[in-house]
């Protein structure tokens, strides 16, 4: 499917360092629009305002954002390896699994339900990828050249 990626064992610990880095970057960055916004008026307090809440919030997502991670590569891995083959059918299982697995401890119709959000939003980030890859696709199709006429 994707020969770009790490084998197997590797994969998860990359996934999880990317989830990681990405929930971090996105929490400083969302984190700092509100500390800004909801600290006291004066430029000095709301830097002060904007960086604690950056420095409070932003590793927390990142670590939210890390565990989804390894736990979709884990599961992700395997199923890839019952299975015996690499396909999107693993990535979609595997949301679903993940889902329902981080809402465990939520009890059994919380588990249903994220194991059903996780399942329909790998599907479409799946679907979307399998579309982008055949538009691509299409403009390196060989054309038949057009040859003039010999008359």
Same mark, same amino acid.
């Given at each position: 499917?994707?020969?770009?990626?790490?084998?197997? =064992?590797?994969?998860?610990?990359?996934?999880?360092?990317?989830?990681f &880095?990405?929930?971090? +970057?996105?929490?400083?960055?969302? !984190?700092?629009?509100?500390?800004?916004?909801?600290?006291?008026? #004066? %430029?000095? !307090?709301? +830097?002060?305002?904007?960086? &604690?809440?950056?420095?409070v919030?932003?590793?927390? +997502?990142? #670590?939210?954002?890390?565990?989804?991670? /390894?736990?979709?590569?884990?599961?992700?891995?395997?199923?890839?390896? +019952?299975?015996?083959?690499?396909?999107?059918?693993? !990535?979609?299982?595997?949301?679903?699994?993940? #889902?329902?697995? /981080? !809402?465990m401890?939520?009890?059994?119709?919380?588990?249903?339900?994220?194991?059903?959000?996780? #399942?329909? /939003? /790998?599907?479409?980030?799946?679907?979307?990828?399998?579309?982008?890859?055949?538009?691509g696709?299409?403009?390196?199709?060989?054309?038949m =050249?057009? %040859?003039?006429?010999?008359?």
């Open positions: 499917m994707d020969d770009l990626r790490e084998p197997c =064992p590797y994969r998860i610990t990359d996934d999880c360092g990317g989830a &880095t990405m929930g971090c +970057l996105g929490g400083a960055v969302f !984190s700092a629009v509100k500390g800004f916004r909801l600290a006291p008026p #004066g %430029l000095k !307090s709301r +830097l002060l305002g904007m960086t &604690t809440s950056v420095k919030k932003a590793p927390v +997502l990142g #670590g939210n954002f890390g565990t989804w991670g /390894l736990t979709f590569a884990a599961c992700d891995c395997t199923l890839i390896y +019952l299975r015996n083959k690499e396909d999107h059918w693993n !990535s979609i299982c595997a949301g679903a699994a993940t #889902g329902g697995i /981080l !809402s401890r939520s009890g059994g119709q919380a588990m249903l339900t994220s194991a059903i959000i996780g #399942g329909v /939003l /790998l599907a479409m980030i799946e679907g979307i990828s399998i579309a982008m890859t055949r538009l696709a299409e403009q390196f199709k060989p054309v =050249p057009t %040859l003039p006429d010999a008359a």
